[in-house]
């Protein structure tokens, strides 16, 4: 990495040959492009710093200011690079920056842009220590002495902020990631926090622990699979790079059966991020055994960072086989949206009841995925905005909703909340309603926009099961809504916190968001359908 | 990329595809034992088998920087952490193998075969074609190759990984490392303590001026009341011990005070000490 940058050097690997032996000239490293990854990760480390050199007492406020003020500068930097007359001059679609690796293009601005925001709302809500849902001392036994011992002294785990950092910035390269093993690296680097952080829950600790369990076991899984499906397609193309594999795919259609096993087998590590529904069964029991804030994170960046690579993967890298993995995806999307609304008709814990609805929500993602178009992107794209506010205010106020023992899960609990607490119970309810896809949510604008592309590619039996497993899931967030208001108060039901400046700015943004983008939506469609103009760059 | 890696020569082809006919069946069989052995270290051990197969079949094919750094890092190093973790947890320690869904197990096994068939006639009917002759533009060492393909095409990835050691380590940390809430007494506190509580010096030991050496009875202090804290707490202290009682010389000592005798059976069970 040091010494200078020749001119040339993108293509200087290629050239060795006619260098000295021995020799290596550095490719050049477009630091400017890749800035808001690096403040991610540079925060980051500077926060494991303080863990290491800072006086406890200091620590939390530093590592919040660290975080947010990290994440708000990342978003900045990329909003300046999406900006830049340089890198998008004269239509250009973007390039790849740091020998191929990376790609910087407008979806994938986008993409990261999303995160950023999400990411410092949920560390928002991570810094929150009013009621901190973080557990005192990990390394206490559940029900040890010296958890109580930890819970006295107010410890906490300041860890966290780092940790969530690391997260994000693998989240922020997984869908820039323009070679396969540079994905494989950002998966693991966003995977592994996040096991770690799900097993961080203060109360209800053995099941936090049996859900960071179950998602690292399975995640190493599919991260396993993904790794399969990576060394057959370099058996098939001879390399790792997406356009070095798209440009096989093009001419050699002799020797398919290793792209197939690849395509599928990467697929299955990518579906299995996002939770489409053959490999969804992590997703309840995580996002109950999680933390709150953590299960707003996952439900929000991870998800909108996995699109980000299947659009990419599926776009770039099998953008001429669309023939070969639609039925398959099709199929995938079907049973997503289908299982998902299905089962959470039965859900009595209102975080499994998110969980099972981010499911469904997957379904329809996928839907525009499906539709394989720039309409199609953009309104994938616009969705994943949509879903993912609306999912971290929703979260946000299952925070606010508290028993004596901690947040008040069972559904039975929130029986006559609307009668108790009108406000929080009301935007609870406008948060369903838009997860429903009512109009005047932002909600109804992203099912409508992934329909229509969907329609628009010929897809319609796909938007008939779509508008039909709405129809189930509506069933089931209006029975909450019903249950809020129409039912009895509980007795000693659980007490409504009024929220602070931490969680009432990710309530007011989810709220104000999902409200916008349901009134005056054009501004953000237009900027998705403008991402979008240009595909992903190979 | 494994291209570079395995950039060699291949000297004797015979020979080589014995060998590695030999270590497949070995891996392979290794690699199922693995997963199927009950103890843990069994398990360790198996993958060390696995490793170092792999390691050999590395070295065959030119890339003997790769088969060393799988010999040294894996199966040296991790293998070796493994084997110290298992250890440390317990040898004996087995997995429950309960099924808590019913059928499960027939249910894994026929899919997993399934996906076995799968992709074993997937990859038998994929046309492989023949390796990459050797590229000569990384010479004859391969450990150029490898440098130049992280250094350049890989730089990325390469620094990134450095994301996932820290939160490694940053996990293992928050996971295992339980931070010290209070601060630790020193000697100076202990000896205040002492003083503060009033008891300057030990309690007795059990059997100095007991009359009977029970477990459950306390210990007497010197003034003859019982210490309380001389009888374990899971114990029901037997309460109205009396004071030693004076023995003179041709009297007989008087055996079991009244109270507590119900509760004994024989009356020299508990009072060894005085008839001593």
């Not at chain 1, 093993?181 to 099941?207: D, H, I, K, Q, W």
């Not at chain 1, 929130?414 to 406000?423: D, E, F, I, Y």
Request: hydrophobic letters at 55%; a neutral charge.
């Amino acid at each position: 990495m040091t010494g200078t940058a020749a001119p040339a050097a993108l293509a200087a690997h290629a050239t060795l040959a006619a260098s000295a032996p021995g020799a290596i000239s550095a490719p050049p490293i477009e630091y400017s492009q890749l800035g808001p990854m690096l403040v991610v990760f540079g925060a980051a480390i500077v926060g494991v710093l303080v863990e290491a050199f800072a006086p406890r007492p200091a620590r939390r406020g530093t590592q919040l200011a660290l975080s947010l003020g990290g994440l708000a500068a990342a978003f900045v930097w990329t909003v300046v690079i999406a900006a830049s007359r340089q890198v998008f001059a004269n239509g250009s679609p973007g390039h790849t920056a740091i020998g191929g690796a990376v790609g910087v293009d407008r979806p994938t601005l986008f993409i990261q842009g999303t995160i950023v925001v999400l990411a410092f709302i949920s560390v928002l809500l991570i810094g929150d220590t009013r009621f901190s849902p973080f557990v005192a001392q990990a390394a206490a036994p559940p029900g040890a002495t010296a958890e109580q011992e930890g819970l006295a002294a107010g410890a906490m785990h300041t860890e966290i902020f780092p940790l969530t950092l690391f997260a994000v910035g693998g989240m922020m390269l997984f869908p820039a990631a323009n070679d396969l093993l540079t994905m494989f690296v950002a998966l693991e680097v966003l995977s592994l926090p996040l096991y770690l952080l799900c097993g961080l829950a203060r109360r209800r600790r053995l099941l936090s622990h049996e859900a960071a369990m179950k998602y690292f076991l399975l995640g190493a899984f599919s991260s396993a699979f993904f790794l399969f499906g990576i060394a057959m397609l370099y058996g098939f193309s001879g390399s790792v790079s997406l356009a070095a594999i798209a440009s096989t795919a093009a001419s050699n259609t002799s020797n398919s059966t290793l792209l197939f096993a690849g395509i599928a087998l990467t697929g299955l590590g990518l579906l299995f991020k996002i939770g489409a529904v053959p490999f969804h069964s992590w997703k309840p029991d995580v996002y109950q055994g999680a933390p709150t804030p953590v299960t707003a994170l996952m439900a929000s960046c991870t998800v909108v960072s996995a699109f980000g690579a299947l659009l990419r993967v599926f776009y770039v890298a099998f953008g001429n086989l669309t023939w070969d993995w639609r039925p398959a995806l099709w199929v995938i999307a079907v049973l997503t949206m289908v299982v998902g609304a299905v089962i959470a008709i039965t859900q009595t814990d209102v975080k499994r009841l998110l969980a099972y609805s981010s499911i469904a929500h997957a379904g329809f993602v996928l839907t525009g995925v499906l539709a394989v178009s720039t309409a199609g992107l953009s309104s994938a794209l616009f969705y994943l905005v949509a879903y993912g506010f609306t999912t971290v205010g929703a979260f946000a106020v299952i925070t606010l909703v508290r028993d004596p023992g901690g947040e008040a899960d069972h559904l039975s609990r929130w029986a006559g909340l609307g009668r108790r607490s009108p406000v929080v119970a009301g935007i609870f309810a406008f948060f369903l309603l838009a997860f429903a896809g009512i109009p005047l949510t932002s909600g109804f604008t992203g099912k409508f926009a992934v329909f229509q592309a969907a329609i628009a590619s010929g897809e319609t039996a796909l938007v008939i099961v779509g508008v039909l497993s709405s129809a189930i899931a509506a069933f089931f967030y209006v029975r909450v809504i019903v249950l809020m208001f129409f039912s009895d108060p509980v007795p000693d039901g659980p007490e409504v916190v009024l929220p602070n400046v931490f969680s009432g700015t990710a309530v007011g943004v989810g709220a104000a968001v999902t409200l916008l983008l349901g009134i005056a939506p054009q501004p953000v469609l237009s900027l998705a359908s403008h991402a979008a103009n240009q595909l992903f760059v190979g | 990329m494994t291209g570079v890696l395995a950039a060699g020569t291949n000297t004797d082809s015979v020979a080589v595809e014995t060998v590695f006919w030999i270590l497949a069946v070995v891996a392979v069989a290794a690699a199922l034992a693995m997963i199927l052995v009950r103890r843990a270290v069994h398990c360790a051990i198996m993958l060390a088998v696995v490793m170092l197969c792999l390691a050999t079949m590395y070295a065959m094919q030119g890339a003997p920087f790769l088969a060393f750094v799988q010999i040294i890092v894996y199966t040296g190093a991790v293998l070796m952490l493994f084997l110290f973790v298992i250890m440390l947890i317990g040898i004996t320690a087995a997995d429950s193998i309960v099924e808590t869904i019913k059928g499960q197990r027939l249910a894994a096994g026929l899919a997993a075969i399934g996906l076995l068939v799968l992709l074993a006639l997937g990859i038998g009917h994929a046309a492989i074609g023949p390796a990459a002759p050797p590229s000569p533009k990384y010479g004859s060492g391969n450990l150029t190759g490898i440098a130049t393909l992280i250094f350049t095409t890989y730089v990325f990835p390469f620094e990134v990984t450095g994301a996932l050691l820290i939160t490694a380590a940053l996990g293992a940390m928050v996971l295992a490392h339980r931070e010290r809430i209070a601060p630790r007494p020193t000697q100076r506190d202990l000896a205040a303590r002492r003083l503060a509580s009033g008891q300057v010096v030990g309690d007795p030991p059990p059997g100095i001026y007991a009359l009977h050496d029970s477990a459950d009875r306390p210990a007497l202090l010197p003034d003859g009341s019982p210490a309380a804290s001389s009888v374990s707490s899971v114990l029901n202290p037997r309460t109205g011990t009396e004071p030693p009682q004076v023995v003179r010389p041709g009297e007989k000592p008087q055996l079991e005070a009244a109270d507590g005798g119900e509760r004994e059976p024989a009356p020299s069970a508990g009072s060894g000490r005085a008839e001593s």
